[in-house]
């Protein structure tokens, strides 16, 4: 097979896998306890749905909790990990599916690439800051979303779904996964023979 066709079409496949499946992996496999928490950042003590110590509505003794910081790190951990999974599974059966067999090594290249850039984005200080450093805080604050809580008080809300921060935040993994897709198909075609 020739080299360039072999890189296009590995490519292609590890894109639809890193970019398409990546909405599912934010959406429907991520669970809204960890969505809420992952930007959770403090030392004052939540519970594990995120509730923090002191505004419970009901006796909660023996509940464990952790801090707030601690709270949001295991949050995005565990998207990440499930949200890696997913895509990395995705990437298999995709190319396997296809006759394709990617090193491991190439995939784990691909998979830690999306996984790191992942966890940093979606804990939230490195995305404002690069939001910050482009221009994009104005549209970030400008473009939030009305939620009704559950008194059904309106109040502002700067992430999750309609916001600014959603759009960003989603282009950012999806050219990510340009550059991992990228890296992954030139791992797994560097050693082989042809033009």
Request: glycine share 12%.
């Amino acid at each position: 097979m020739n080299r360039s066709i072999e890189r296009l079409a590995l490519f292609g496949g590890l894109l639809a896998a890193f970019g398409e499946i990546h909405p599912f992996c934010d959406h429907w496999a991520q669970g809204s306890t960890t969505a809420k928490c992952k930007r959770f950042y403090g030392e004052h003590l939540v519970y594990l749905d995120g509730v923090a110590v002191g505004e419970e509505k009901t006796p909660r003794t023996g509940e464990p909790t952790m801090t707030a910081s601690v709270r949001g790190r295991r949050a995005v951990a565990l998207h990440v990990a499930t949200y890696t999974a997913i895509q990395t599974g995705a990437a298999v059966a995709l190319t396997r599916a296809f006759g394709y067999r990617v090193p491991p090594s190439a995939l784990l290249a691909g998979a830690a690439i999306n996984g790191v850039t992942h966890a940093a984005i979606d804990r939230g200080a490195l995305f404002l800051w690069l939001a910050d450093k482009t221009g994009q805080r104005g549209y970030v604050e400008h473009c939030q979303a009305v939620r009704l809580d559950k008194e059904g008080e309106a109040h502002a809300e700067i992430n999750g779904p309609g916001t600014a921060w959603i759009e960003l935040d989603a282009a950012l993994h999806r050219i990510i996964g340009v550059g991992a897709a990228a890296v992954t198909t030139w791992l797994a075609t560097r050693k082989r023979g042809g033009k």
